[in-house]
């Protein structure tokens, strides 16, 4: 059973796109030391003239940017601090000019960044071109596009001339839904209700079909349009996604309904995500049969939660890239994968795009051409999250989930004893069948044999064998019950649907104080 499955009585849709997007556009060749001295030394320029050639070229920029300001009636800010709330301040101004759709301003600031400087070097004692931290005047163009809505493009005035755009899939998204003509409701960046969630979802999925570097190229030409002349050899830019966020949201009917269930959830979140089970749900599978991280593993894997003024946030992070959880706008439940580090994922391509060369399973770039796959990646990891999340609601009472597996059974002409869960070794049990990793992925004996018996894997082969026989008893036990089941072909067990539900509700309620609990009857 799946999350709207489980609460399709109290859920009105959900729908799954891009949220926030920030691509960069590069200039290959002006992107490394190497690179610009092979360019310079072409083109006969010496280094002690570089510095001069770059300013005459931040010059133009800045004027051709100024010049198309002006054309379209909008106003350039210059603004005292690279820390002022840009996006708040282009909406401000939005609101007084009256703009709807359409470019809204230009801001200009001093801001740090990489950039390529001459500098002696003491050893050869001649000049060379180095690239260090400075700081150059950056030019943001603000905008409400009539088709992708509001976003803004970021350009790095001086060498190498960097590009940065975002945007933001919910923005598009209205756009998109305003010329189909269907009604909405938006709070921010997500949609409370919507008149048709089907077509709404459709919609979400065009987006990844468009052709990225011309619509990319675009804004860049509607800012700036004399750049590919300015800048020397007309470059092409080589546009990537920096950073993507991919948003499941949740329609709830009612705010109400959302925060009685919501501490639940953030509660199971942080009580089953050890680092396997976050591995897992970002698709990492380099978990041992044990359980234990194998080979490459990932500098660090964090959990956190936090309370912000519009709701609690659970986020779990591995390494740049991340999922998390909050609620938004009262009745929205939302859970968002951000990948900052695409190389941690594969993609099936060909190698170097050689279409001679057989297809296999690459590490993933940064590239809008794996721009799809990313996504995909990014929605399934969603799902893995919120199918976690599942077994933690359970709507009986607790002594009809618990009673029924304390009882003895008889099956296959055997007795079978129930679970007492409060002794220890059936708790222990419990405990192992609640870890996210074994609802995502399912164990086997040794993995349940190293839970419940931790020093047996430091024993001899006959002692462990000794130890095996008593969790196989212990599966057997649970089986009968049917709480896990076999997976066929496999000495391998997942939970049931009632195995879920039987081990979180009482893990829940063992962590519970008493007085809650007398609270919660009452």
Known sequence: MNFLELYKDKVSGAISGLDRIRFRGTIRWLANELGISKFL????ILLKDFTGMAKKLTMEIRDCCDEMASKCGIETVYLRSSGVNKEQLAREIAQRCGIETGPICNFSVLETCNVPQVKGNKATRKLEIRILPSKCIHIYRYFNHADYGFGHVRL?????????ICLNGRHWLERQLLNQGIDYVKDGNCFPWLADIQASQKLLHKQLKTKWPQLLDGLVRQMCPDLARIL?????????????????DIMFNSRDVLDKLYPNLIYHGMKVSDSPSVMKY????????SGEIKGRAPQEITSDCRR???????????????????NKSGSILRIETTINSPREFKVFRHPDDDQNRPASWQLMRKGVNDLHRRC????????RYADVLVATQVNEKLKE??????NKIRKGGKNYRGLNVWQKEDCRLLEFLAKGENALNGFRNKNLRNWLYPRCKHLSPAEQKKYAGRTTRAIKLLRVHGLIKKVAKENRYILTAKGQKFAKALMVASDTAIKELTNNVA
Not at 232 to 248: F, Q
Not at 308 to 326: D, P, Q
Not at 401 to 406: I, K, L
């Open 41 to 44: 030394g072409s083109q006969g």
């Open 156 to 164: 790095q005035t001086w060498a190498p001339y960097n590009i940065f």
């Open 232 to 248: 020397p050899l007309r470059p092409e830019y080589y546009w990537s996604a920096e950073e993507t966020e991919w948003s499941t």
């Open 282 to 289: 970002m698709g990492r599978r380099n978990i041992s049969k």
């Open 308 to 326: 912000f003024y519009e709701g609690t946030r659970i986020k779990h992070w591995i390494n740049n890239n991340s999922i998390k959880m909050y």
């Open 376 to 383: 995909e990646i990014s929605q399934q990891a969603n799902e």
């Open 401 to 406: 989930v618990v009673a029924p597996v304390s």
